[in-house]
């Protein structure tokens, strides 16, 4: 389940990639992973690249307590507003990034699912 960051070099932003299969317990943790590293704060836009990721072990189930555990944690760090944009062209991963984004509405981030990555990172930039 190999997540690996980086941070976009002149926009600053956290880039997640996602790569091979996932379980929900593993999805979960890595949250964790990615915001590990001081200079990978939470409170940094995001781009979570789900281009190589296989999704096909995850449930619904899965996909709230993600969001549930993601919206404690931005609060209890008192994030109030953070950009998302989650790049996932297949239709499966496209169906769970849009159901994280549904259940995301009323937390302190704000989701776009993208199929392309060009569209996902001029959305992060865009003032």
Do not use: N
């Amino acid at each position: 389940m190999p997540v690996t960051t980086s941070i976009h070099p002149e926009d600053g932003y956290i880039i997640a990639r996602y790569a091979g299969p996932f379980s929900d317990a593993e999805l979960l943790s890595s949250y964790a992973d990615v915001h590990r590293q001081e200079d990978k704060s939470p409170e940094r836009d995001t781009l979570v690249d789900l281009r190589e990721a296989a999704l096909a072990e995850i449930t619904g189930d899965g996909i709230r307590r993600l969001q549930q555990e993601i919206e404690k944690d931005l609060k209890q760090r008192s994030i109030s507003s953070r950009k998302v944009a989650i790049c996932a062209p297949r239709d499966l991963e496209f169906g769970f990034a849009r159901m994280y984004s549904i259940l995301a509405e009323e937390a302190p981030e704000h989701v776009r699912v993208f199929r392309d990555l060009q569209e996902a990172e001029a959305w992060l930039t865009e003032l």
